[in-house]
């Protein structure tokens, strides 16, 4: 049967995202499942995020460290099973250059990548960092011999432009997303990261493509393709009667 990801091979998903919790947000059921399945899972992140300074009313104008939120983002995937990989660059001015580009070609290289999640590179008014990790994820992956898979996750706010087709099945892991959205202390108050939140967009999503399976509640992580390739593997029973 064709399967599009996960099929018998090693499958080496690669989660590349621009700031600490945007993967827990994109796609951290999707990374749970592949990894129940077998896969060897990573999560690259970008940039360190010292400039997402919290909103609550006790921490306004604190300045971050370094190292602060990317510790929030190794709590938010202990336990998993799930490598998380700091590139430490700094947050608020990231542009899709020959020099982002590179560095993330050569992170899909030597994970030796097989299956990208990553941004989308068509939601409009999105955070600027977000676009140009999503354009050099993906431009980078044309050149990872192989990456057979691309899927760019949805925005944490809804954005026009961004049409998914895509859905993972993540119902068994949506409580374990919101509490790995609760490692983000440094993040308090933000809506986005509320419990109520992921669950609306992991219903929301299931809704909008698949309402059938969401009205006996089924819950889904939602995103877009630019690269798809079926793999067809040897199915248990031969159908041929
Ligand atoms: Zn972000």
């Not at 064709?2 to 499958?11: L, M, N, Q, Y």
């Not at 099945?169 to 809506?191: E, M, N």
């Not at 995103?223 to 159908?239: G, I, K, M, N």
């Amino acid at each position: 049967m064709a399967r599009p990801a996960f099929s018998s091979s090693v499958e080496r998903v690669v989660a590349v995202v621009a700031h600490p919790d945007d993967a827990e947000l994109l796609c951290y059921g999707t990374l749970r499942k592949a990894r129940e399945a077998g896969a060897v899972v990573s999560v690259v992140v970008v940039t360190h995020g010292a400039n997402g300074v919290s909103i609550t009313d006790a921490d306004a104008g604190r300045q971050l460290s370094e190292d602060e939120r990317e510790k929030e983002v190794t709590a938010a995937w202990s336990d998993t099973g799930i490598d998380v990989v700091f590139l430490h660059l700094t947050d608020g001015g990231l542009v899709a250059d020959l020099h982002l580009i590179s560095l993330l070609e050569a992170e899909l290289k030597r994970l030796q990548c097989t299956l990208l999640i990553t941004h989308s590179p068509r939601a409009a008014n999105d955070h600027k960092d977000h676009l140009a990790v999503a354009t050099a994820a993906a431009n980078a992956a044309t050149r990872v011999p192989t990456c057979h898979t691309v899927l760019h996750g949805e925005p944490h706010a809804p954005r026009s432009g961004f049409s998914p087709t895509v859905l993972v099945d993540v119902t068994d892991v949506v409580d374990d997303k919101v509490r790995a959205l609760d490692a983000h202390h440094s993040q308090g108050g933000r809506w986005y990261l509320s419990s109520e939140y992921t669950r609306h967009r992991a219903a929301q999503a299931g809704w909008c493509l698949r309402p059938a399976a969401t009205a006996i509640g089924r819950a889904f992580e939602a995103f877009e393709t630019t690269l798809l390739t079926l793999t067809f593997a040897p199915s248990r029973e031969d159908a041929r009667p």
